[in-house]
């Protein structure tokens, strides 16, 4: 399942078959990764959410390596901390559906065991902390008992881990939180102070340890949101959290946040500001360039952008930009307006696109002024670009150009009723449009999601939405970003679900699965996995209700109380070794 998903992810849902019956479509642009989805799992287990819990547990063992290991998300290198960050959910997997999680969880201990250095750490300190907290907690009744002597090697492990622990000196307060945790000092998380995303950090490891939390702060990312609602069990935390949550997995954007908001100005396509609009405060213009380019999107955004006074620097194009934005934020443009009237040369503004530019903003804005020039320029050069090759490769000039030059030449050209050059710049669009709909930059190049929306928006103002070049542009971006989840139905004790896998969950334990279609009554639930074989959505359904088993053997609490006792005496040890090694060296000296 592992590399089927790599290839959903890269080629997202282009081309995906859908059986018969309903279904919903929805942005698809996020991808998967293992601290989100990990500590969401941690943090829903906790509050009794066990639906949603095993919905993240299945995507984990789809992101997993043939090692039974994890990186931070599919494709990435695997690390002892992301290992360990997955084995601490898949634990509270093992509990609600026993023996579905098993055999990944030995192999994932196994790893970790192979993968320690000879010092006992593993990568560094957080990766160490974490290791020793999953492997701790996996003493605790998911050793596959038929590996003979596999849980001395895994308290040896703990052991050494834990020595070498002791002795490293974390470098920030998130190392050491991670640290008291692992080596259950509870006192001492107790007597920090933090601050900021850290108070969440600090509760999930007073929490874990067993210690009631209180804590009210609002948190920005999924894995503090969790973790803050795994220490409190708070509603409001629960809230956020699952509105994070993207077809049974937490993750992070996968694509751009300023493509979306490109593809938003098509129609149909809005609802992605939604999702991209929070992450456009992360962006920071650096210059006025920067400034007058996120304008537009912050506007998208309900936003109110900075923009630059001083135009020296700046394009004529760009000019025209800060006088549509102020137009659109009811400011006064009239300065930008006399610049721009005043720097024309013969109808032009530097070069193709920006008279093209500056003269449909102009236009927008009712602007009184001799068109005539600039429009017989737009004509001429246009047919220049058509007619004239280059002579270092023999193509048309126009195949250098930037495809949305000719997507805002198409706007100008239908608001001045130019025929023959609007139905000249859309065969050259409709030339340059590759086979899938999409538009490149330049032709050869990657077709990207901005340049295909600029294309689709610009045939969408120069109204030839009815257009194959529009109807191919548009199932294109909707293909990438979009997936059409169909919902499965249930009639007389039988789920139905075309190409999908049903996990199925009986008395707290996994008992199998079928594909298409389960017989559910009795069960505690199922788990929907869709489609088996190009994963999209993970859904957990109740029938009788999901439990969670009695751990075997000591809790985490009794678990924690021997490493503190034991953390000492490691310490001694560790001393104790020292002192006889530097002993012998001053006898060989």
Known sequence: MGRILGAALILMIIGLSLPMGSAKIEPYVYKPTVPETAFSVLALYQTGDYDRALEGCEWLVALKTPFDSWGMAYGEEH???YTAMAMLALMRGEDVARGRYLDVLNGAAYWLIYKQNPDGSWEDYTGTALALIALKEFLNGYINENLTGFEKQVRDAINRGEGWLIEAKPKTDAERIFGYLALGKKDELEK?????????YRAFALAYLGERVELSDDFESTVTIAMALYATGDEKYRRELLEKEHFGFWGVLHYRVLDLLSVSKVGGFEDLRDIACPYLGKITPGDDWERVILADYYLLCNMTPELPSNYSGLFPWQVAEIARVKALLGENYSNEV??????AKNGLWKDFYNTEYVVWVLRELNVSHDYDASLSYLSSNLTWMLKTKDPKTGNPVYYNVPTYYFAYALIVFKEF?????LNETLNLLMERQYPNGAFPYTPGSVAGLTSTA????????AELENTTAYARGVSFLRGVLYADIPEVTVKDGEAKLTNATFLLIQDGRYVGNLTD?????GLDGYVVIYPSQNLLMIEAHAVNGFRAAERAGENN???YLYIGAGAALIATAVLIARRKERGEKGKRL
């Open 557 to 559: 609490k009794t678990a």
């Open 417 to 421: 009723g130019m025929e023959k050059e």
């Open 79 to 81: 690390m002892a901390k």
């Open 517 to 521: 279609e389960a017989g559910i009554s």
């Open 338 to 343: 006399e610049y721009l009237l005043s720097t």
């Open 192 to 200: 920090m102070s933090v601050e900021g995303e850290l108070k969440a």
């Open 454 to 461: 600029k294309a689709v928006w610009a045939l969408q103002l």
